[in-house]
């Protein structure tokens, strides 16, 4: 036969807690919501937090969490987009070369050349200015220091000289020599005299190197200028403003002589005149390596 089953019947202590709760105050109570202890309901404290309602800002202790968002994960490939997007924003903002480099370098290097080409012409000038130098003293004459025969001394034709004369042309090296070393020096020898009479210049080792004499104190009244060389005139230069003669000597006999109008006369001993000066400036070197 069929078998019914039945509901188990509520006991009598069950029944009484069901009709305790279907009460109007009971309902009451429940719908009524409770307060912490700080005074504040649940929603007055989640608004506060800025949570959701029935949320609180951290879990109860042993309440798994649930719809949490998983944290974005960014790629290589993200950022390997993101460093050629700056790379492209920084090539952009670098401005163009438009050749401002170029001529800057070229304007300091002509700067540079200019500064060098200033230089050297300055330096040359000095030098040229040495070699004559010409100032006022007490009695207004100008007062010389220096020659300037190095045009004469560096001469190559040796006019009517025979040219395969060996001994000749070495006779004129050796004065060209003599001379140079003396004007080179200078500046460093002794000097004895007093300018618009005469100087007197010694060499290191006491021996005069070179005489001159200003025209106040000269019969013919130019400059004359004496060189020697182990106390023996070698070398005599006469000049007044333009009009210059040059004399050479070897061993006391004058080897050539080139006149006011720069023509060379070399061992011209038929030549009257020739002779006669070279007598002359001879004569007068000695008179004043005696002085």
């Known amino acids: 036969m069929p078998v019914s089953i039945q509901p188990d019947k509520p006991i009598a202590g069950e029944i009484a807690k069901n009709a305790a709760r279907n009460t109007p105050k009971a309902q009451s109570t429940i719908q009524k919501p409770q307060k912490s202890a700080s005074g504040k309901t649940a929603s007055e404290k989640d608004s506060l937090s800025g949570y959701p309602s029935g949320r609180s800002r951290q879990s109860d202790p042993g309440i798994r969490k649930t719809g949490a968002v998983k944290p974005r994960v960014t790629s290589i490939t993200d950022l390997e987009d993101d460093r050629d997007q700056n790379l492209q924003e920084w090539e952009g903002s670098v401005p163009e070369n438009d050749g ?19 230089i050297l012409v300055v330096l040359i000038g000095g030098i040229l200015a040495v070699r004559t ?12 220091t ?53 100087l007197r210049f010694y060499n290191g080792s006491g021996e005069i190197a070179k005489v001159l004499v200003y ?18 005139m070698f070398y005599t230069y006469v000049w007044d403003g333009d009009e210059k003669q040059y004399f050479y000597y070897q061993d006391g006999l004058l080897i050539r002589w080139i006149d006011a109008d720069g023509k060379v006369h070399d061992k011209e001993s038929d030549n009257d005149k020739y002779v006669e ?12 390596l005696q002085q």
């Open 277 to 288: 000066l070279g007598d002359k400036y001879w004569s007068n070197s000695v008179v004043e």
């Open 100 to 118: 401002n480099d170029d001529d800057r370098r070229k304007r300091k290097g002509i700067f540079r050349m200019l500064i060098t080409a200033g």
């Open 215 to 232: 025209p106040g104190s000269s019969a013919d009244g130019v400059y004359e200028e004496y060189f020697y060389w182990g106390e023996q």
């Open 133 to 144: 130098i010409r100032k006022p003293v007490d009695n207004g004459e100008p007062s010389y």
């Open 146 to 198: 220096d020659s300037d025969d190095s045009d004469a001394l560096n001469k190559g034709n040796f006019g009517t000289a025979d040219n395969s004369d060996k001994s000749f042309a070495q006779a004129m090296e050796t004065i060209r020599d003599h001379a140079t070393t003396i004007e080179n020096a200078l500046d460093s020898y002794r000097r004895e005299g007093t300018e618009g009479d005469r």
